[in-house]
């Protein structure tokens, strides 16, 4: 079963506008850990951010925000006034019981100048 | 501080070849990761580490992988014979606290099996 659901495929936003990425995971444990990554076309996966369960304050890291729902099981995140260098795919994932992780199949986000 | 190092960067090697990926992990990272990124399958953990002890292999395809870790501040992963299908981008990644840390990432391995 899928763990980690990210149902956009692709986005393409212009420069400045706002875009949020979503991401559903799936999860019976009570304490769990999310992340963000960020993969840019030079390849290399960048740590974004992590949040555990028992938190669910909004987070927000200059133009970077993070709505934790745990009503919906939700994790998505914001970017405001995109830019070209935004252009990346985005990558959600779980840790629960069991140290296992899941990645989401992520996101392709294309900013136009 | 110097990130995760992974060699080659690319490998391109026939079919039946032995291939060897290389990991230097952060220094104080208790925790190594393997994972295979592919267009069809994404991203997938193949096997993690901790304290150089194998934790969790259930991710490795076939016999045909390996990894070890003989020290904290070196891995590999094998495959013997290579096929065709293993092409993909192999990254490594290290963190503190297992897979509930974060984990930071090498630049990756592009292998291409031919």
């Known amino acids: 079963a899928q763990k980690v659901t990210q149902a956009q495929t692709e986005i393409s936003v212009v420069e400045k506008e706002d875009v949020t990425l979503d991401c559903v995971y799936e999860?019976?444990?009570?304490?769990?850990?999310l992340f963000w990554y960020k993969q840019p076309p030079s390849g290399e996966l960048v740590f974004l951010i992590r949040r555990n369960s028992f938190d669910e304050q909004n987070e927000i890291s200059g133009r970077y925000s993070w709505n934790f729902q745990k009503s919906t099981s939700s994790f998505n995140f914001t970017i405001t006034a995109s830019q070209v260098v935004d252009s990346a795919v985005y990558f959600c994932?779980?840790?629960?019981?069991?140290?296992?992780?899941?990645f989401g199949t992520g996101t392709s986000l294309t900013v136009i100048p | 501080d110097a990130g995760v190092i992974q060699s080659p960067r690319h490998e391109v090697t026939e079919m039946g070849q032995e291939v060897t990926l290389r990991c230097k992990p952060i220094s104080g990272h208790d925790y190594l990761f393997w994972y295979r990124q592919t267009m069809m399958r994404g991203l997938e953990l193949l096997i993690y580490f901790n304290n150089n002890v194998p934790i969790d292999d259930s991710g490795m395809p076939e016999d045909r992988f390996s990894a070890k870790m003989p020290n904290a501040s070196f891995s590999t992963l094998k495959i013997q014979p290579s096929e065709p299908r293993d092409s993909a981008v192999y990254f490594c990644a290290s963190s503190l606290g297992g897979p509930r840390g974060p984990q930071h990432f090498g630049d990756g391995t592009r292998l291409s099996i031919l």
């Open positions: 999860t019976r444990d009570t304490t769990y850990y």
């Open positions: 994932a779980l840790s629960d019981t069991g140290n296992q992780f899941y």
